[in-house]
């Protein structure tokens, strides 16, 4: 318990400490990127309990993000009315008013896309493989089609002028508590249970690990951080329309996955940090080579060739760690008996 | 010495195929019980409907005075009857620990914030269950392999930590579905005086199935034998040896 809050502080810290200094010495764009891989390690962090540790192939991400997108959306304008009279804005639920109010607004719209996780995780229990693939692709697009015809949520223009929250402090802050609580879960007892159900869910349920609960209990807990994600992107875009959160957006966050490999949470981390940044980097070359188009072409390649040389991923299912790194250095760059006690 | 588990007319039919057919078993608090027969006898078959796996077609099965039939696996595992599998099924990218303590998982009386949140209880539970995974490693011989993958036991440890594993679970009766399969004869005496120890000293009741007679002899109290599904003999090992039926079952009659 101490150690949690001593981490917290550390995060909160440390994105307050990053926050000031993003905005003093960086420039907008490299900011906005960076903004961008924090959202997309939520994504890929929290994806990879539901598909890496549990090994549930679900590919309803942006589903659960949208969820998350649309109901913090609400909190944080639709409450807000202008009195045309003083020309003030009148907030009438006083506890998401102004910059603070957009945590209690995130944690709402999490816990709404967590109420997805549940209910598509239950129905899809019975379904493996390409089966829960397929089914949760269909919650994504059901969701994605209901936005769109939904007057009341802007149909297909979406909402426009959500205000401007989701500053670097708090992305940060959210990216650090979703990695920092996805290790606490894989190295505790449910994360080896979720393991379990990966590897052989027959020995799992022989165990008496109740692989029905853990497995909602995954889907739960993915979707909550993919609705917190959706919220920050949503307040970093500020204009939310359906076609953010089409399919695309979900395989991309799989991708982010399978290339940093599949059930590793560090890879996952440079997944979606490589899959953030390479695209922009890839704009500067198209500039440079007068080629356009090509950006999309070299991504595909960059993917096409990780299949044939790397197909478990940059780190397979290991993860990045003190001593992986111990093992990979040549002997005489190792210290000698530096064991620290993880 | 009372009843621990008892089948009455268990049977189990697939499409046509009565693959067990109206098996009584009765088995008693501290035995050590073997269950034999021919290749495609029903014996695993006997151990899926026990353990939950199968749903028998008609009969039912009582362990401990109540009825389990047609619950499910994890249910019944809860209850306390753990098993290992013929073809070995353990969790291969875990550690050989880890394998042991997800056995421990299921009397974890904490709930997951108090893994998010590492409270004391997260803590506690943890140590218990590496604690008792140890111990259970070190009573099959395992302990210098903790910290390795699954993946990278050799075969005969894998077979043993597969009962590391059901044991972990603190069951009543424990179901080995050929642990001596493919040992050689060093590592099968090993083994028989293994399992001897579980019910001698853990005191776990033991229902064994395996192929090599010379291992169900040495160890087995009673042995009841199979042969396409129907029981055909049941007694100890000296009545089973000499039984014609079972000669027949196994070398062919006329």
Known sequence: MHRTLALLVVGVSLAFGVDWFLGEFIEEYVVRIINLCGIAIILAVSLNVINGLCGQFSLGHAGFMAIGAYVSAYFTTTLRVLNTETGETIVRAPLFDGAWGFVPALLVGGAAAAAAGLIVGVPTLRLKGDYLAIATLGFGEIVIILLTNFDSVGAARGLPGLPNYASSFWILTFAWICVVGSVFLQRSTFGRALIAIRENELAAEVMGIRVARLKVMAFIYGAFFAGIAGGLLGHLLRTISPSTFGFMKSIEVVVMLVLGGLGSLTGAIVGAIVLTVLPEALRDVEQQAKLPGIRMVVYALVLILMMIFRPQGIFGQRELSLKLLRRVLPARLRGGDSETKP | ?254
């Not at chain 2, 049941?234 to 009545?239: R, T, V």
């Open chain 2, 1 to 254: 010495m009372s009843v621990l588990l008892e089948t009455e007319l268990l049977t189990i039919c697939f499409g046509g195929l009565t693959a067990v057919d109206q098996c009584c078993l009765s088995i008693e608090e501290g035995d050590l019980y073997g269950l034999i027969g021919p290749n495609g006898a029903g014996k695993t078959t006997v151990f899926n409907m026990l353990t939950g796996v199968y749903v028998p077609t008609s009969g039912s099965v009582k362990f401990r005075g109540r009825l389990i039939s047609g619950r499910s696996p994890v249910e019944v595992a809860r209850l306390g009857i753990s098993r290992t599998f013929q073809n070995i099924r353990l969790f291969d990218e875990l550690s050989v620990l880890e394998n042991a303590m997800t056995g421990a998982h299921q009397h974890a009386k904490i709930n997951l914030f108090d893994s998010l949140l590492r409270t004391s209880r997260h803590y506690r539970e943890e140590r218990r269950q590496r604690e008792r995974a140890y111990e259970l490693l070190q009573f099959m011989g395992l302990e210098e392999r903790a910290g390795l993958p699954a993946k990278q036991l050799p075969y005969g440890h894998r077979r043993r930590l597969e009962i590391a594993r059901a044991l972990a679970t603190e069951p009543r009766l424990i179901c080995l579905d050929e642990p001596a399969a493919g040992m050689n004869t060093g590592e099968k005496a090993e083994l028989s005086a293994l399992i001897r120890r579980i019910r001698d000293e853990l005191g776990v009741t033991v229902l064994l199935i395996e192929h090599d007679m010379k291992l169900v002899m040495g160890i087995c109290e009673k042995i009841q034998v199979l042969d396409y599904g129907k029981t055909i003999a049941l007694g100890p090992p000296k009545e089973i040896q000499n039984n014609p039926k079972v000669i027949e079952a196994y070398l062919g009659g006329d």
